[in-house]
């Protein structure tokens, strides 16, 4: 079956995805946040659902509209995603994590606007660690034989820290892109190579991050419980 006439290959399965990047409060008016606009994340979450699954999209800062046909979940920061992550992966056959989590936020949130003082000084912030989610749920698979793919925007080495990245992680698939002018954080196209835990690497060529949504779900398809291969 040709591609194009989507091949209902998900059907009977349930897909999460995240999407976006997640903002850490500073003060009421103020946030850590990073670039990730959530465009490759709906384009897989719309792919899935094309391909027949039950998708739950877990949305943190995108503002596109909302796909139709799918389950759509806001949250705004790394602690609420990783919250709704694991409570939609506890019955998903696979788990795409597509978006941007903050890997620090503010130790401490100030309930009040932080403000300038007389004497020129700038207020140093700490930080405290995030949950890593993706470590989180490839560790504690919530069903045998879930499928759990990463993401990896490298600047540099792309290559050889994506497979060491892979193998911290304990995903299945680890979609690793370079970061660069025209690709990744804003583009509507992307550059990939797909590594999997099994040592295979998947080269997807400079395209629209639709296509790159499909690859996934064609490499995860085969991987998924009970798959005829
Ligand atoms: N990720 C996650 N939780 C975090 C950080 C990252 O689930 N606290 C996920 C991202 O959604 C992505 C993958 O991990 O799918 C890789 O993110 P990346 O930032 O490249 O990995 P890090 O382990 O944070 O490494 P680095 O120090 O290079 O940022
Ligand atoms: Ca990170």
Redesign the pocket.
């Known amino acids: 079956l040709a591609r194009g006439v989507t091949a209902p290959d998900l059907a009977g399965r349930h897909v999460v995805v995240?999407a976006g990047g997640t903002r850490e409060p500073l003060d009421p008016v103020r946030y850590l946040g990073n670039r990730s606009s959530g465009k490759q994340g709906y384009a897989l979450a719309k792919a899935a659902a094309a391909r027949g699954a039950r998708v739950t999209l877990i949305e943190a800062n995108t503002g596109l509209p909302d796909p139709a046909g799918v389950d759509l979940v806001r949250v705004g920061t790394?602690v609420q995603?990783?919250e709704a992550?694991v409570k939609a992966a506890a019955d998903a056959d696979a788990v795409v994590?597509?978006?941007?989590?903050?890997?620090f936020r503010p130790a401490a949130y100030a309930s009040g606007k932080i403000k300038k003082t007389d004497d020129g000084g700038a207020p140093t912030i700490e930080l405290v660690?995030?949950?890593?989610?993706?470590?989180?749920?490839s560790a504690d698979r919530a069903l045998p034989g879930q499928v759990v793919?990463?993401?990896?925007?490298?600047t540099d080495d792309v290559l050889a820290?994506g497979r060491v990245?892979l193998r911290?992680?304990g995903?299945d698939l680890?979609v690793v892109n370079e970061v660069g002018e025209r690709k990744t954080f804003g583009s509507e196209e992307n550059e990939a190579v797909v590594l999997a835990a099994d040592g295979t690497e998947t080269p997807v060529p400079y395209g629209p991050k639709e296509a790159l949504a499909e690859t996934v779900w064609d490499l995860v398809v085969p991987r998924l419980r009970g798959a005829s291969g």
């Not at 660690?129 to 749920?137: G, M, V």
């Not at 793919?149 to 490298?154: I, P, S, T």
């Open positions: 995240s790394a995603l990783r992550v994590m597509a978006a941007a989590v903050a890997d660690r995030n949950p890593d989610i993706l470590a989180e749920i793919v990463g993401f990896a925007a490298e820290n990245k911290r992680k995903c680890l």
